[in-house]
């Protein structure tokens, strides 16, 4: 049986995407070979098309974090999971595929009734906004947060989770996203226009509780001038590597996977000698992953149960088919998008109800 997958040939911009059309891989023991109904498209996908993520493979590689399939094979030696069964996983690459095969612990079983695109939502982006809400910092009622990148993928999973667990919530956003970051229950700042650690200032006296600081480099210092005393940012973004979803600093064809993280190492350490006891702590869905693997599949699976219940409900900013990848890397190197891009195959139909 052939299939059909996408691949980054060269680092570099959308046009390293290339569809390539193959034999379909057999599952090897242990493993279960999955059809994919819908890959999540995210920013940490651009950053590896452009060779800076920190887990960038060498190319040519198949990019795609997060999936959601039907398992359609399996291997030898594989028990609990039956043909047919629909499961989510997140490889970190191999996602943007119709098939793939994975080793069968990997495997996050679905509750049945649910749309492929919003399931597959959960997995890159409410992981990583339900996890540094819950596990790097302790966020109770009342506490004030503010969330740069607050109209995006992650941005808007943690407006409904903050709003879930009665956050006062700020945003940076620019103009576009200002109405989405209001209806999600968040104070919108616009990043272009205002300087967000006055208006914080202005808006709450004496600064946040917490910020989600997904921008990187020295945007992080400024995300601390904005806490009250005792506050913590939680960094785990490199938005600013990138503008116009190419690499900012004009260097692209390359593979430099530490991109970034010395500036970590500086603010989390500058954190704990300067005065104030504000923090600056890191956070990484795929370290937290491979450290405590059974912590992501019991969020994934808390997370799945509150799109069950609609208590969360993910933004779709548009569905592509899987051929158009480099489309859909294109729209969101442009900005202005709200919520997530789904890449989507012929057998994703939307859920009644789902945009
Ligand atoms: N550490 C982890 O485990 C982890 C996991 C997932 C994601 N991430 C990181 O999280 C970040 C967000 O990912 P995503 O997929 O949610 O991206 P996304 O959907 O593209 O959202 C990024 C948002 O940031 C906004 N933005 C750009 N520059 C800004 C600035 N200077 N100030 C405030 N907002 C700004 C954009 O707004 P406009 O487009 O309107 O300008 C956009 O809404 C990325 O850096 C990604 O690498 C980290």
């Not at 879930?164 to 990043?191: F, N, Q, W």
């Not at 569905?319 to 489309?327: C, D, I, N, S, Y």
């Amino acid at each position: 049986m052939r299939y059909k997958r996408i691949v980054v040939t060269h680092y570099g911009g959308p046009d390293a995407l290339e569809v390539q059309e193959e034999e379909c891989p057999e599952p090897q023991r242990g493993d279960a070979r999955v059809r994919v109904l819908a890959a999540g498209v995210s920013l940490p996908d651009l950053l590896a098309r452009e060779g800076v993520h920190p887990e960038t493979p060498a190319v040519p590689f198949t990019p795609g974090w997060d999936l959601v399939g039907v398992v359609d094979r399996l291997g030898q030696d594989v028990s609990g999971l039956e043909p047919g069964q629909t499961v989510a996983a997140m490889p970190i690459s191999g996602a943007y595929a119709e098939f793939v095969c994975l080793p069968q612990d990997k495997l996050i079983p679905v509750p049945p009734g649910l749309d492929a695109a919003e399931a597959v939502s959960l997995v890159l982006n409410y992981i990583t906004a339900y996890q540094m809400m819950h596990r790097s910092t302790v966020a109770t009622a009342g506490q004030r947060v503010l969330i740069h990148g607050a109209s995006g993928g992650v941005g808007t999973a943690l407006l409904q989770l903050g709003r879930l667990a009665g956050l006062e919530m700020y945003g940076t956003c620019s103009a576009r996203g200002a109405a989405i970051v209001s209806e999600l229950g968040g104070v919108p700042i616009d990043y272009r226009d205002q300087d967000f650690v006055k208006e914080i200032r202005r808006l709450t006296g004496e600064g946040v509780d917490v910020v989600f600081e997904s921008i990187g480099g020295t945007h992080i210092w400024r995300s601390r001038k904005a806490l009250r005393r005792g506050g913590k940012v939680v960094a785990y973004g490199l938005t600013s590597s990138l503008e116009g979803g190419r690499l900012a600093s004009g260097r692209p064809g390359r593979r430099n996977r530490l991109h970034g993280i010395p500036i970590f190492v500086l603010f989390i350490a500058a954190g704990w000698v300067l005065p104030g006891r504000k923090r600056v702590v890191p956070y990484s869905i795929q370290t937290l992953m491979r450290l405590k693997p059974a912590l992501f599949r019991q969020d994934l699976t808390t997370l799945l149960d509150l799109l069950r219940q609609r208590k969360i409900k993910p933004i779709i900013a548009r569905r592509f088919p899987l051929v158009e990848a480099r489309q859909a890397h294109e729209l969101l190197g442009k900005g202005g998008v709200t919520g997530k891009i789904v890449l989507v195959t012929d057998g994703a139909t939307p859920a009644a109800g789902t945009t």
